[in-house]
């Protein structure tokens, strides 16, 4: 298949899945160039420079996304959306993963429960007041970072790694190693880069300043094994390269390189974490795309009334719709002046928050793997056409 855009008129032959020799795209050429690395990557360097030309130009453009291009609704919240429409539309998932697709949400209801149930005892709904957690959802404050971390470096190499396949290229064991090295690497920085923004060693040892040194230290040590790792990752790249006599296409090394400038610039303006959250949404959003035009390509899809562009706007249409329901209920809710506990309702918003977050770093679990032939299928099934 050539890099032009998928038609749905392409049926997919699901009784061949031959080694990829050529470069495929995911989505089309460009668009998986930009959406994989090429976007977040030019926004992280504008942010480093001009951060470190003038904070408080920085800050005022950063106040400007979040206030006006609706990121969070057009991009982060349809991610963790098109996670779940994965997971319920097959009915074997049921089966297979009881523990994902029917205990955890059934917690998630029953903590949101709890929650209603503690909040109106122990929060205030005067102006101003400080609004405390229960202790579960504290414990889940400091195990978030670990989920976190490891979602957005999972995602990248996984990223990396299906791009590497779709060009024709296979690492052997050490190539392998060599390149996520630095997922592995930066996944300890994304730790120890919460540790110091929860100040959390400076609490565990105040004497003497004794965290305060400590984090610092662990910091300087995390940015030279960072730095390490990219050097081993360009040995791999270029392993890989020699080993099959040509070029790897930007599409490969494009998220490997984006997810270093991620958290360099997280690191030199931490203000802009949640470029990082945005940048990982886009790269994740190619993924569930490319798995519901499979679907609506299928002669057993279900859906061959509608023509390619019109299926796929329902489907961002009801990704966007979904997603700002499920996160903004509790402000919803509010509005109508049917309930006038704010403090609870701030928790419940954030307690929800953190269940479809967690939730989805276990989704994302059992719906990509690719040792599985059915999910092999449904995101490489536009590769073998009739």
Not at 73 to 84: D, E, T, V, W
Not at 148 to 153: A, E, T
Not at 160 to 185: D, V
């Amino acid at each position: 298949m050539s890099n032009n855009r998928p038609h749905c008129n392409h049926s997919v032959n699901k009784n061949k899945q031959q080694p990829v020799s050529t470069t495929h795209p995911l989505i089309e050429g460009r668009v998986d160039a930009l959406l994989g690395g090429g976007f977040s990557l030019t926004i992280s360097l504008l942010v480093i420079i001009w951060g470190s030309l003038s904070e408080s130009k920085m800050n005022w453009a950063l106040g400007f996304v979040t206030t006006y291009l609706l990121t969070d609704l057009l991009i982060n919240s349809p991610h963790f959306i098109a996670s779940y429409r994965i997971l319920y539309s097959k009915h074997q998932n049921f089966r297979r993963h009881p523990f994902v697709t029917l205990v955890l949400p059934i917690l998630a209801v029953t903590l949101l429960g709890y929650v209603c149930y503690w909040g109106p005892l122990n929060t205030s709904n005067e102006p101003g007041s400080s609004v405390s957690q229960p202790k579960v959802m504290l414990a889940l404050t400091y195990l978030a970072p670990v989920f976190l971390g490891w979602h957005y470096v999972g995602q990248a190499w996984g990223t990396t790694a299906c791009f590497a396949y779709l060009s024709g290229f296979r690492m052997n064991p050490f190539q392998r190693k060599l390149i996520r090295f630095g997922f592995m690497s930066l996944f300890a920085y994304h730790l120890t880069w919460a540790c110091a923004s929860m100040e959390l060693l400076e609490q565990w040892f105040p004497q003497q300043r004794a965290g305060e040194f400590m984090i610092k230290a662990l910091m300087s040590v995390c940015r030279v094994i960072v730095l390490a790792s990219f050097f081993a990752g360009i040995w791999g790249f270029f392993q890989i390269a020699q080993e099959h006599k040509r070029r790897i296409p930007a599409t490969v090394w494009l998220p490997w390189v984006a997810t270093y400038s991620w958290y360099v610039m997280v690191d030199v303006y931490p203000q802009a974490f949640f470029l990082l959250q945005i940048f990982h949404a886009l790269q994740y959003l190619m993924f569930p795309v490319r798995v519901e035009l499979n679907e609506h390509q299928s002669p057993h899809g279900g859906h061959r009334m509608l023509n390619c562009d019109g299926h796929m706007l329902i489907y961002y249409g009801a990704l966007v719709v979904i997603g700002y329901i499920a996160f903004e209920w509790t402000t919803l809710l509010e509005r109508t002046n049917l309930v006038d506990q704010t403090g609870t309702m701030l928790l419940l918003g954030t307690a929800t928050m953190m269940c479809i977050n967690i939730h989805h770093y276990f989704i994302d679990a059992v719906i990509w793997k690719i040792r599985e032939p059915d999910v092999r299928e449904s995101l490489f099934g536009h590769l073998e056409t009739k």
